[in-house]
């Protein structure tokens, strides 16, 4: 064998290496087209084949090594119908992809959250899809189009952003998300809700903070970090969190980073937990997660319907946290107020009722708050300590 011929067989080796190795790609039905511009523009997208996958323990998921910008260029758009199939045979068909998590709870999607690595196959606030379809890290996933806008109407009501600036919004509090909770049944001013006072990710932890002391809080239920991620702010030299920090250290900030599986028996449990430490302490109270929206809306949810508010009251203080970020109040945007409230804040009430066929805007809810608590291990005394705690 000459020398030539050696090194023409050692390249394409190497060639052959570095290809079983990267994400393969085929065009479903049409040509392939030679610029990612051009393949935006075909009624199709091309196929991503035996794609590496990652297990995402915290929220529970499958990502697909291919960055959201590669997989775009592909010629997928945000609201298409995606099938996802695993190497090991299992198979999503018909899932919305996404740029956020806007399917209902339980349902599957294709995500490409801002921020993340790689587009994720997930099952929204629901149960490890990872684990539920069985798989491990040295299977693959290929992805391949369904139908071109099948989901455009959810993906266009549900894309919503917010600045970070403070400049602007109408005030500290607004820009923090932070308010009381505003129902008859609840005590006035002991029941706080906002964005995170030591989680600078958003700009907003400084002016929590300030919060924090304005308004007396006395206990903090903090619902997105543990303590090694609490460490983590503090230690940073651009720490300066003063009111959260004393909070912290005298044992009134109880962290227990909760998953977004409503209905899982881990996120009951924890919950529970928080709560009696809630139920032991003097207020006012404060519930927090990153942006003070989706874990901090369910808790503040389940505790206003304790104390026995109504549907109505539940959803208008809900809804506060989207005027306050985005501005989307009935008056301003109803088209996508009603969307929100019948995809996202009802299947939180569903989820804390546990049952088909109530019909949560008339039934006692504060019935189904307390029988959430108890699936978790809270006792009866607890519960009314609780609710003597927060309710009028």
């Known amino acids: 064998m000459n020398k030539t011929i050696s090194i023409i067989l050692i390249a394409t080796l190497i060639l052959g290496i570095f290809s079983l190795a990267s994400c393969k790609s085929k065009t479903d039905g049409s040509p392939a087209a030679e610029t990612s511009e051009n393949i ?7 196929a991503l084949t035996e794609c590496g996958i990652i297990h995402e323990p915290e929220f529970g998921g499958v990502y697909i090594k291919n960055t959201i910008e590669e997989f775009n260029a592909l010629g997928y758009e945000y609201g298409d119908s995606v099938d996802v199939e695993f190497s090991n045979g299992y198979k999503l068909t018909g899932i919305p992809y996404y740029n956020g998590y806007y399917t209902q709870n339980g349902e599957p999607l294709l995500i490409a959250y801002p921020g993340y690595d790689y ?7 629901g149960d490890d899809l990872f684990e539920v379809a069985g798989l491990d890290e040295n299977m693959t996933a290929s992805v391949s189009l369904n139908k071109r806008g099948g989901f455009l109407s959810i993906q266009n009501a549900r894309d919503i952003h917010y600045t970070d600036n403070r400049d602007d919004y109408g005030s500290d509090e607004i820009f923090a998300n932070f308010r009381a909770v505003d129902c008859t049944a609840v005590k006035k001013n002991t029941l706080f809700r906002s964005a995170s ?12 903070n300030s919060l924090l002391g304005e308004y007396g809080i006395r206990f903090i239920l903090n619902l997105s970090d543990n303590d090694d991620k609490i ?6 030299e651009d720490f300066s969190c003063d009111n959260f920090e004393k909070l912290y250290n005298d044992g009134k900030v109880i962290p227990i980073a909760l998953n977004m599986n409503f209905s899982s028996a881990e996120f009951k449990e924890k919950i529970v937990i928080g709560l009696n430490s809630m139920a032991d302490s003097d207020g006012p109270y404060l519930v927090h997660c990153t942006e003070g929206k989706d874990r901090t809306g369910f808790v503040c949810m389940l505790l206003e319907a304790l104390a026995g508010a109504t549907y109505d009251e ?12 985005y501005g989307i109040t009935p008056e301003k945007d109803s088209e996508r107020y009603t969307v929100i409230v019948e995809n996202v804040l009802q299947p939180m009430i569903k989820s804390m009722t546990g049952k088909d066929g109530v019909d949560i805007k008339s039934a006692d809810l504060s019935v189904y708050a307390r029988e959430f608590l108890k699936s978790g291990g809270m006792t009866d005394e607890e519960i009314t ?5 927060i309710s009028e």
């Open 231 to 236: 460490a983590g702010y503090m230690s940073k």
């Open 314 to 325: 539940i959803e208008k203080d809900y809804m506060i946290t989207y005027d306050n970020y």
């Open 40 to 46: 935006a523009d075909v009624a199709t997208a091309q």
């Open 197 to 208: 006072p030591c989680d600078n990710q958003h700009n907003r932890a400084t002016y929590v």
């Open 119 to 125: 587009i994720k196959a997930a099952i929204n606030n």
């Open 385 to 389: 300590t609780l609710r003597n705690n």
